[in-house]
């Protein structure tokens, strides 16, 4: 069973930039998909991003793709969000997840789930 802490969230201006980073332990982490959602006030929460075992297969949401990018280090046992022009909307917890097999959109998929970290934009 594999545990995941991130880190990274903070309050930054719109346009600006972020990296958040899930660290994992417990597990074999380059066994794992891993994925980032986030839920922002009184919302579902919804898929954000994915990556593959081998950081072959990224996928994205709309709302994010073209500035945001999921990266992997299974050397390190971590996986990065690197947000980019960051909008008001972006604002929500963000959590890393991981799930054995290939990667998904589901955040049902998933089975383990770190305790998220805060991104706030202003405008």
């Known amino acids: 069973q594999v545990q995941l802490v991130e880190s990274g969230g903070g309050l930054v201006h719109a346009g600006g930039s972020l990296r958040l980073s899930c660290a994992a332990s417990?597990?074999?982490?380059?066994?794992?998909?891993m994925g980032w959602f986030r839920q922002a006030p009184g919302k579902e929460r919804e898929f954000v991003a994915s990556?593959?075992?081998?950081?072959?297969?990224?996928y994205y949401a709309d709302s994010v793709k073209g500035r945001f990018t999921i990266s992997r280090a299974n050397a390190k046992n971590t996986v990065y969000l690197q947000m980019n022009s960051l909008k008001p909307e972006d604002t929500a917890v963000y959590y890393c997840?991981?799930?054995?097999?290939?990667?998904?959109?589901?955040?049902?998929?998933?089975?383990?789930w770190g305790q998220g970290t805060q991104v706030t934009v202003s405008s």
């Open positions: 417990g597990g074999s982490f380059s066994r794992y998909a």
């Open positions: 990556i593959s075992l081998s950081s072959g297969s990224t």
């Open positions: 997840a991981s799930k054995s097999g290939g990667t998904s959109a589901s955040q049902s998929m998933y089975g383990n």
